[in-house]
Nanobody
Framework: QVQLVESGGGLVQAGGSLRLSCAAS????????MGWYRQAPGKQRELVASITSGGNKNYADSVKGRFTISRDNAKNTVYLQMNSLKPEDTAVYYC?????????????WGQGTQVTVSS
């Protein structure tokens, strides 16, 4: 059974930094794109950043220059380094991955980790 387990959320003051991690575990053939989404209260879930298996990255305009996504394919882990955090970054952050099991690809989500930025 494949699982995505997130860690690294918490409470930080504006201007501070946090690093989120998400590790995929279980029986899988390969992992395609991995990414981070976030959902603030009363808002829709939105893409924050994504990275392909080859390392191509994509960022939401609101986080460009402040957040960096990376992955360690050997560890099946994706990271999100968040710097210069703002109160508007407060949300539940979810990890997402496209995981291939034998010949089919499935969309997996982590349980979410809370990030709170105080002003």
């Amino acid at each position: 059974q494949v699982q995505l387990v997130e860690s690294g959320g918490g409470l930080v003051q504006a201007g501070g930094s946090l690093r989120l991690s998400c590790a995929a575990s279980g029986s899988m053939t390969s992992i395609h794109a991995m990414g981070w989404y976030r959902q603030a209260p009363g808002k829709q879930r939105e893409l924050v950043a994504s990275i392909t298996s080859g390392g191509n990255k994509n960022y939401a305009d609101s986080v460009k220059g402040r957040f960096t996504i990376s992955r360690d394919n050997a560890k099946n882990t994706v990271y999100l380094q968040m710097n210069s955090l703002k109160p508007e970054d407060t949300a539940v952050y979810y990890c997402n991955a496209g995981i291939v099991i034998t010949t089919s690809m499935y969309d997996y989500w982590g349980q979410g980790t809370q990030v709170t930025v105080s002003s």
